[in-house]
């Protein structure tokens, strides 16, 4: 290969002018470029929109949609898709709120969240590796089950006042005038973790390849069941503790909460990129996918003349685009 | 055939006996709950009791449904039938609100007119993305679902819209002939669909498409048309939906109208019968599974549960019935004795190696 | 060529390498499918630092055998000697734990993945639990180079053509140190001079010591690369023979069977005097379609039975799938009764009364879960539009007459299709097109796989249809079928026609030299003398 390498006379400028990112990384680019313009718009059209506040407290509100997107990114990779997410944050709100009503201590209630939905994510992924049933039914009874459960055990809504919750939902971290909130942390961990898993180990890899051919997978001797069903567990567990964190965000636990928010963790794994017949797609990009919403609810809110729902039909257009732009690219490769 | 089979064993053989039978079990549940369950009475020359409210109350699922078991036959799948729902209520209720004569009923049909142009054109545009631009289907109307909403809640400013028009609101309570108009509707389109794929060669073009797609295309079916064809029918019955569901509140709410529709609907078609894979469908079968869901979210509370716990039985049939049409968990439970799955490939095509 | 690595002792017509024990020995396997017969007491050996070619038409069970020596089939009886130990793999994974992989003609490979990747997953160097990327790199770019292959290992898969993929799925094979390398129609879709490139890389693995199975429907190809081979023919063993030593004619014989003495010609009537003056039905000219047929023309007259003969993959099945519209051409004209036209889709081509029926009568014909009744309607139904449905009484009355005309058993117009037999299934694929009253009929194996009545009454009726003056192109494996039914006789191989002659006084000896490509000269001699 030595033939193609660069040079080593030509410049450092030479090299950054000539390169061409790969074309696997366009859609997390255009994203990427999408979310600063977006940013540098509302900078010159709104004061103060450009704080960098603006920016931390767009991860702060945002942090449980980041880690739900992140845990749909893993099944959308495998070719699937995760409709339940929504109705498991709603669970996990009632949980963790019945529970510590109930006199539980907060850890205990926290771990009670957590294992619920992974339990809940492997329930699913069994359905769909062993029973071959379409990941669409099998997660869509995942959603009336985590809805049904919530309701189960309370139709009114419950509020959090446990200390340790509170104290955690406001604590903040301190950078001079600029601060961030534990859960925007733990949003960047886990996006950080979910993008190592993804890119360095043999099951990141293996989901990748289910996305890309899953008899392929499965003729080259991966482990396709073990990562199939492995997928299903990370996004019910994501979405648990996305449930967590919204209950520190909101502090109750409401069968009413996180409706259609599916729809939103989804439309962010789009727009971040992610290729939704799977293969193709970054953690990474899912992250930005949720910025990019997030900040267009952020313009609209400054801009105050413009109505909420505007989110939902920008969101829209974006998949749209995204979708039919990604639609032509996959036909003209060989 | 020679013999031909006893009655009993055609019925036993009948596709709609499950879905009957399930039918039948939450009935008599419901009796043994209530003995008066299944009690008519008559007033005002209008029929009431459960099993009325019952039909009435299927009536929104069960015309969504009878467009989703056509797209669904093609092996497709419309997301986006709530959100059209919503749409179709927003532009009938801000007409209705905007005119010049609120309660006239050349008003309440013009409404409705409007609305439901504006769904079949919906569903055209889910025809186009599926069939023109080949995005799979849940993709194609997911964009949909997700924008839907949005664009009521445009159409209504988002305010909660309550038209005052008799004649809508007649949609959802009124009662013809004795009968809930509600349901009356849904027997309408349900035989229109039923003429529309029986009497003219529909049908049988969806199945040959949604069973085997190259051999149709190689025998000339237009399966473009075809598609297009079902997913604007979806919206227009969407679209109808989303009247009677607004008609029975007298109000919409652009962010509750419909909202999982898509998943009662499909869960709907699923009971009566009709594969997911695509191919045969049944649309008495979808009758059948709209009256079921309704049913089921009846018998909830009369057997002393939350009404809102009906998602969770919910889940517990559309696990059960995926399971039974699954043929991977039938051979897993049929399969005590046998050693090996053998190979996956069909016999016919080891032979034709 | 194939001679100029490590010298091979020859011995007899069909002896191997005589001082060799066999890597590979399956002796008298058989398989049944159901009531089918698929493999019986066949035997292969094969031996390292050969490349031996299986050979055999469709349904000669080339694919089941090596998917019995894969662990994918089950086999009934016999046994298989790995290095001269009896072993029954239970899966390819087990298999390939014993040296033996298999690369299938499409590539089971992850296109979103990384050639490395590709190559090394499953099996990848890993630093603290963690794939080491570099480290994985640096092996698959060794592995590649002793292939004589430089790809970027970072790249991904999807980026290259197949044929680059094909080598990237045979570098997986033989990183595990095969012993034993399967290549199952490698060269299908692949042009000149990357076949050429696949020989380098095979010529390589076996001078390392590597036996390969190849299986090509290119005889020039297996005469190219391979030593030795095995030739199937219905789930049997006829022939094992040096490469060197047989010659093409041998071997297309042995592959199509049949002594050729025994042929009895049944000549039908001849009617196509009337065709060769006037304009032609159909003319193609020059039509070509990449990785599946070069430049080709065709005419075709009224009432004439077009043969069309060559071994699968000669391209015979392509020409007609373009015909029809089934694949569009990517150069050259169709001219219909003197009128230029564009074949986008078998919809046009039905418009134009073309009709097609497919060899794969179960993928591209069959709906299986409808009526017969509905079956049979489906192309006409299809062209008129939905809206405008046959009448009832049409449809009754269509059904009625074709399935008496064409003998379907049961002729119950309420069966499902999937419950008929074989050859009713085909006889009501054959009543589809009848009823669209076509001008042109393309039949590609309408025989195939049916019994001997169906056969014989399909074949009458082909005649019978000349006769009321539409043109027919008929496809078969079966020579004898085709010389038995043919007014003109087209020759296809390697993708091109090679040959076109009236259907007078050939017999099936002359087209097996044509397909075997005995040069035309001597051809041209036995037809002077």
Known sequence: MSATTVPAASSTWDRVKGYRPPSRFLPVIATLALFVGLFGAGGVRYEGFSDPQVLLSLLIDNAFLIVLAVGVTFVILTGGIDLSVGSVVALSTMIAAKTLEMGWSPYLSMTAVLATGTLLGLLMGLLVHYFDIQPFIATLAGLFLARGLTYLISVESISINDETFTQLAFKTIRFGDYYVRWTAVVALLVVAVAAYVLARTRFGRTVYAIGGSESSAMLMGLRVAFTKVGVYVISGFCASLAGLMFSLYILSGNSLHAIGMELDAIAAVVIGGTLLTGGRGYVVGSLLGVLVLGIIKTLISFDGTLSSYWIRIITGVLLLVFVVVQRFASRRQP | MPENPTLVQRLLRHQLLWPVLALVALLVINVVATPTFLNIRMQDGHLYGNVVDIVRNSAPVMLVALGMTLVIATRGIDLSVGAIAAISAAVACTRIVGAGDEAALTTAVMACTYALIACIALGAWNGFLVSVLRIQPIIATLILMVAGRGISMAITDGQITTPNNGWFSDLASGFVLTLPLAFIIALVVFALTAVLTRRTALGMLIEAVGINPEASRLAGVRSRTITWTVYTFSGLCSGIAGLVIAANTNSVNANSLGLWIELDAILAVVIGGTSLAGGRFSLTGTFIGAIFIATLARTIPNIGIPSEVNYLFKAIVVIAVCLLQSSRARSVFRRHRSVTPGPAVPVAKGIAA | ?529
């Open chain 3, 1 to 529: 060529m194939t001679q100029m690595d490590a010298p091979r002792v020859q011995t007899g017509a069909g002896d191997p390498p005589v001082e060799r024990a066999p890597v590979i020995e399956m002796r008298d396997i058989s398989i049944t499918f159901g009531s089918v017969q698929a493999l019986s007491e066949v035997s292969v050996r094969l031996y390292a630092g050969e490349v031996h070619a299986l050979m055999g038409e469709n349904g000669a069970g080339k694919s089941t055998l090596i998917k019995a020596l894969t662990g994918v089939y089950s086999i009934d009886s016999g046994v298989v000697l790995v290095g001269g130990e009896k072993h029954s793999f239970s899966s390819p994974l087990a298999a390939q734990a014993a040296g033996i992989s298999t690369v299938y003609q499409e590539v089971n490979l992850v296109p979103n993945l990384t050639v490395a990747e590709n190559m090394l997953l499953g099996r990848e160097p890993r630093r603290f639990g963690a794939v080491h990327v570099r480290e994985m790199n640096r092996r698959a770019r060794e592995t590649l180079h002793g292939l004589g292959v430089d790809i970027d290992p970072g790249s991904l898969l999807g980026e290259h053509p197949i044929a680059i993929q094909q080598l990237v799925a045979i570098a997986r094979a033989v990183d595990v140190d095969a012993r034993v390398l399967i290549l199952d129609e490698p060269t299908s879709s692949l042009d000149a001079d990357e076949v050429q490139k696949l020989f380098e890389v095979m010529r390589r693995l076996r001078g390392q010591g590597v036996a390969i199975v190849f299986v090509s429907h290119f005889l020039d190809q297996v005469y190219e690369i391979a030593d030795r081979m095995t030739i199937l023919r219905n789930g049997r063993l006829v022939g094992e023979r040096m490469v060197a030593g047989t010659p093409q004619l041998e071997l297309v014989k042995l592959m199509i069977g049949r002594e050729l003495e025994t042929l009895e010609r049944l000549d039908r009537s001849q009617s196509s005097s009337a065709g060769a003056s006037s304009t032609p039905v159909l003319k193609a000219l020059g039509i070509s379609r990449k990785g599946s047929l070069e430049v080709t023309d065709l005419e075709l007259y009224e009432g004439e039975v077009v043969g069309l003969a060559g071994l699968l993959g000669s391209g015979r099945t392509e020409l007609a799938r373009l015909l029809f519209g089934a694949d569009t051409v990517d150069s050259g004209d169709v001219t219909i009764r003197g009128e230029r036209r564009r074949l986008r889709s078998p919809r046009h081509a039905i418009d134009r009364k073309i009709s097609f029926s497919s060899e794969d009568r179960k993928s591209e014909g069959l709906v299986e879960d409808l009526t017969v009744a509905d079956n049979m309607l489906l192309a006409l139904q299809a062209s008129r539009g939905w809206l405008r449905p046959i009448p009832q009484a049409t449809r009754e009355r269509l059904v009625e007459q074709y399935l008496k005309a064409l003998d379907i058993r049961p002729a119950d117009p309420t069966a499902l299709m999937r419950n008929m037999s074989g050859g009713n299934q085909q006889k009501v694929l054959l009543a589809r097109w009848l009823i669209t009253e076509p001008d042109i009929l393309i039949l590609d194996e309408p025989t195939r796989g049916i019994d001997i009545g169906a056969k014989a009454q399909i074949q009458a009726k082909v005649a019978e249809l000349a006769a009321q003056g539409i043109s027919i192109v008929f496809i078969s494996a079966e020579l004898e079928e085709v010389l038995r039914l043919s007014d003109r006789l087209v020759v296809m191989r390697d993708r091109r026609k090679i040959d076109e002659r009236p259907n007078h006084g050939v017999n099936v000896s002359d087209v097996l030299r044509i397909i075997a490509g005995e040069s035309r000269s001597e051809r041209e001699e036995a037809e002077g003398a």
